[in-house]
């Protein structure tokens, strides 16, 4: 089965419109975007840090918890910017979007085996939904999250299913197209793990098609190797070998993928 147990995102999408250049993106949100989208959380952390306000705080804060996600490093980089988003957090909407990134920091460290912050991590995520709207913008990422945990720490897959369709109706409802990447993927790695092969491979063809058409260069590898378990050969063996080829122009990003990728003597 696919590896979908470390793949994760953040509140910080695609690049949204600024209110206050008539709904154009900004040169700054796509500064970052482009940064995050190949690797470089640090560099687009860094382009945050002139902004004192509670938003750029949580945006930089996801953006190393994600490169956690990803190299298995920055922990301690993570952990003071989130300790800063949750200080400068003033409203129920930002508290439970610091609580969300707790919560996946704390997931991050449990299943990279770094250490066991599971029950952190599922109360992290409930003081989340008890302070988040219903129709808040961070309510299908939180819904994902809990998915997450339900089916990597509870071993639950059927409240993980559940987790992850709310997760995709949110982030249909809000155009989130990288969310909803996340979410193909995470309902086709069930449907493969219950033998659906037709509808998994559906999924992860999607999860692809969304990551190659936002650019997003970082997830596009693990795309491509899950899609990979549900094709036959010779097909599997094309897309493996994209996979490995994007692995490695990235600097062997994400490091969990190498498992995947490669036998043991590396070849």
């Known amino acids: 089965m696919a590896d979908t147990a470390m793949s994760g995102s953040g509140p910080v999408s695609t690049p949204a419109p600024d209110p206050a250049s008539g709904g154009r993106v900004s040169a700054l949100q796509t500064a970052v975007w482009r940064l995050r989208s190949r690797g470089c959380w640090t560099d687009a952390a860094a382009l945050l840090e002139p902004d004192p306000g509670p938003a750029a705080a949580l945006q930089r804060a996801a953006l190393l918890v994600e490169r956690c996600l990803f190299t298995e490093q920055g922990w301690s980089e993570a952990e003071d910017a989130l300790r800063a988003a949750e200080a400068l957090a003033g409203t129920d909407d930002e508290r439970g979007a610091a609580a969300c990134e707790r919560g996946q920091l704390a997931y991050a460290a449990t299943v990279l085996g770094v250490r066991d912050r599971a029950d952190e991590a599922r109360a992290a995520l409930g003081r989340a939904a008890a302070l988040l709207a219903p129709g808040a913008a961070t309510r299908p990422l939180l819904d994902y999250r809990r998915g997450l945990i339900a089916e990597h720490l509870a071993n639950s897959p059927q409240a993980a299913r559940a ?32 033998g659906e092969l037709a509808e998994a491979r559906h999924g992860f063809t999607e999860s692809l098609r969304l990551r190659e058409e936002l650019g997003y260069l970082v997830g596009t590898a693990p795309a491509l190797a899950a899609l990979a378990e549900a094709e036959p050969e010779p097909e599997a063996a094309r897309l493996r070998a994209e996979a490995s080829r994007l692995f490695r122009l990235l600097g062997n990003v994400p490091t969990w993928l190498a498992a995947q990728l490669f036998s043991p003597s590396g070849d």
């Open 163 to 194: 987790a992850y369709r709310r997760a995709h109706a949110g982030a249909t409802a809000h155009g989130d197209q990288l969310l909803l990447s996340f979410t193909w993927r995470h309902l086709a790695g069930l449907a493969l793990r219950d």
